[in-house]
């Protein structure tokens, strides 16, 4: 079983693993192992770094953008990362972030964006914003080849000397499934960890499409490419595949972040792509993350 697999099978095999224990030893010498597990785990993600990706507010954020960063504040939210502005200029999104004490960032800028003309201005709005990094959330599906995400990698590392003299952080990459694919013999994602300089270009993890891409073991990738990813999209997944609230699925997160200090991760930012209920779902990400131990 690869890494990628444990990760994804960590937690599930863990409650089937408990439920062993709990028949074969008996209830109390269960809970004295599970006191010793929870006692070696002391690490805690710092208040500052729990985040909302604002994805998964969109249906909220439309009908009242003000009023949803102001429920994210009072949860507990410390940073959120823009995607999508519906209808609201940098600045008055930037007024509106100062006024309910939330602080972006990151925004998510289109890849044909950041590869023309429109950079500068994406980047002003960046600063105007407050934010350290601009993120480009995908690439077209005709780039999900070896030559395109060689060429994607050239282009990330422009873009990034941009950032860089703009006084910014280095572009990140978010990443989707298809991005952990093998293609002719190479990992995509590979070629752009591999070509991509680390002063220009990090990530933002997505830690649900590496573990569902099937070939990207997130914890072996912060030990392996030490402080390239600042940023984490931390979504989980429910036992057939889906998205699940963080902490509520299958995906093994202390594991996972054992090693984020070695991949230089800041921000730990909450989503789900199709919530039921975005304030249920951010309520419930923010709890958990908050009394997670890793």
């Known amino acids: 079983m690869n890494g990628t697999r444990r990760a994804f099978l960590g937690k599930a095999l863990g409650v089937a693993a408990a439920g062993v224990a709990l028949t074969v030893a008996g209830p109390v010498a269960h809970a004295a192992e599970a006191n010793g597990a929870a006692a070696q785990r002391h690490r805690r993600i710092p208040p500052s770094g729990i985040g909302m990706h604002l994805f998964t507010m969109r249906s909220a954020l439309a009908a009242d953008f003000k009023g949803t960063l102001a429920r994210l504040a009072e949860i507990g939210y410390a940073t959120v990362g823009v995607s999508g502005r519906h209808g609201n200029s940098a600045a008055a999104i930037r007024a509106m972030l100062d006024e309910t004490h939330l602080r972006a960032v990151l925004e998510h800028v289109g890849y044909d964006t950041v590869r023309g003309s429109g950079l500068p201005q ?12 601009i993120v480009v959330p995908s690439l077209p599906g005709a780039m999900h080849t070896p030559a395109g995400f060689r060429e994607a990698a050239r282009e990330f590392n ?4 941009a950032a860089r003299e703009a006084g910014l952080g280095p572009l990140l990459f978010h990443n989707h499934g298809a991005d952990h694919q093998v293609v002719d013999g190479e990992n995509l994602y590979e070629i752009l960890l591999r070509e991509t300089d680390p002063d220009l270009v990090g990530f933002e993890l997505d830690v649900y499409w590496a573990a569902k891409g099937g070939s990207s073991d997130p914890q072996d990738l912060f030990a392996e490419h030490r402080r390239r990813f600042p940023a984490l999209h931390v979504k989980d997944m429910d036992p057939s595949g889906g998205f699940a609230d963080v902490g509520s699925g299958v995906l093994d997160f202390a594991a996972m972040f054992d090693t984020a200090r070695s991949g230089g991760v800041k921000q730990w930012l909450v989503e789900h792509d199709s919530p039921t209920d975005p304030f249920a779902t951010a309520q419930d990400g923010y709890t958990y993350l908050a009394n997670l131990r890793y």
Request: hydrophobic letters at 50%; proline letters at 0%; glycine letters at 12%.
């Open 122 to 133: 994406a980047l002003d709005d960046i600063r105007t914003l407050g934010a350290r990094w």
């Open 158 to 161: 422009k873009a990034g000397l």
